[in-house]
C-alpha cells in the first residue's frame, strides 16, 4: 500500500558533522519528495524539496538526492549546528485515487546535533 | 504574507462531546489538508479541500468531518470524541490541490486533549 518508511528513528551527531536520513517509497508514480524540520511547538515547515526530474538539489547545508529506480530519497546535512537539532520528516506524493495526489508523510527522525 | 493561522493552540474536551477547529491558510491559497499527528502513528493524512469541495480522504473513521468556505478557510469536526483522538491537528495550505507537487505549508497545530 501507499508507504514512506524512514531512517534512523534517532540520530545522534557532534557538531559540525555530516547527518544523513534515508527514505523509501512505495509509489512509482510519486513525482514530488519534499523534507520538513518541525521544531518543538511548531509545525513543520519545509526545507527543501525535489522533482521527480532531478537527481540532486543543494541549498547551503542542506542537499536531497533522489534514486527513482531505488525509489529513495536523502537528506543530506553538512556541518552541523546545535539549531539543527529537530524532528525531520520526508514525504513523498502518493496517488489517492484518480489522478489525484496526497503527501504521505515518514514516521520522522529526532536528530541532536551535541556542541 | 501572513501563515497559515489555527485556532485555538490549546483545547480540552471530555469524551462523547464534539468539537471544531479553525484554519485559516495563506493568502491566495485555495488549497487546505488537515493532519492528525501523534507520537505513535506521525503524522496521518486526514483530508484535503480545494475550493470548497473535498479532494482527497484519509482512512479516518466518518466522526472526522470538514468544510472549506468560500474564503478558502477550512473548519473539522470530530463527533463523539474518543481518548485515542487526544492529537496534534495540523492545518496546511498550499496553492492548489489533488496534484500532491506542490509544498504544503503548515500551522503550528491545535493540541487536543480528550479526558
Known amino acids: 500500500g501507499e508507504n514512506v518508511e524512514q531512517h534512523p528513528s534517532t540520530l545522534s551527531v557532534q557538531e559540525g558533522d555530516s547527518a544523513v536520513i534515508k527514505c523509501t517509497y512505495s509509489d512509482s508514480a510519486s513525482n514530488y519528495f519534499p523534507w520538513y524540520k518541525q521544531e518543538l511547538g511548531k509545525g513543520p515547515q519545509l526545507i527543501i524539496d525535489?522533482?521527480?526530474?532531478?537527481g540532486e538539489k543543494k541549498d547551503q547545508r542542506i542537499a536531497v538526492t533522489l534514486n527513482k529506480t531505488a525509489k529513495h530519497f536523502s537528506l543530506h546535512i553538512t556541518e552541523t549546528q546545535p539549531e539543527d537539532s529537530a524532528v525531520y520528516f520526508c514525504?513523498?506524493?502518493?496517488?489517492?485515487?484518480?489522478?489525484?495526489?496526497?503527501?504521505?508523510f515518514g514516521k520522522g527522525t529526532l536528530l541532536t546535533v551535541n556542541p | 504574507k501572513a501563515g497559515v493561522t489555527q485556532t485555538p493552540r490549546y483545547l480540552i474536551k471530555t469524551r462523547g462531546q464534539q468539537v471544531t477547529l479553525s484554519c485559516s491558510p495563506i493568502s491566495g491559497h485555495r488549497s487546505v489538508s488537515w493532519y492528525q499527528q501523534t507520537p505513535g502513528q506521525g503524522l496521518q493524512f486526514l483530508f484535503e479541500?480545494?475550493?470548497?469541495?473535498?479532494?482527497n480522504k484519509g482512512n479516518f473513521p466518518g466522526r472526522f468531518s470538514g468544510r472549506q468556505f468560500s474564503n478558502s478557510r477550512s473548519e473539522m469536526n470530530v463527533s463523539t470524541l474518543e481518548l485515542g483522538d487526544s492529537a496534534l491537528y495540523l492545518c496546511?495550505?498550499?496553492?492548489?490541490?489533488?496534484?500532491?507537487?506542490?509544498?504544503?505549508?503548515f500551522g503550528n497545530g491545535t493540541r487536543l486533549t480528550v479526558t
Open positions: 479541500y480545494f475550493s470548497e469541495t473535498q479532494r
Open positions: 496546511a495550505s498550499r496553492d492548489f490541490g489533488g496534484t500532491g507537487n506542490s509544498p504544503l505549508h
Open positions: 525535489i522533482r521527480s526530474n532531478v
Open positions: 514525504a513523498a506524493s502518493i496517488r489517492s485515487g484518480g489522478s489525484n495526489y496526497k503527501l504521505t
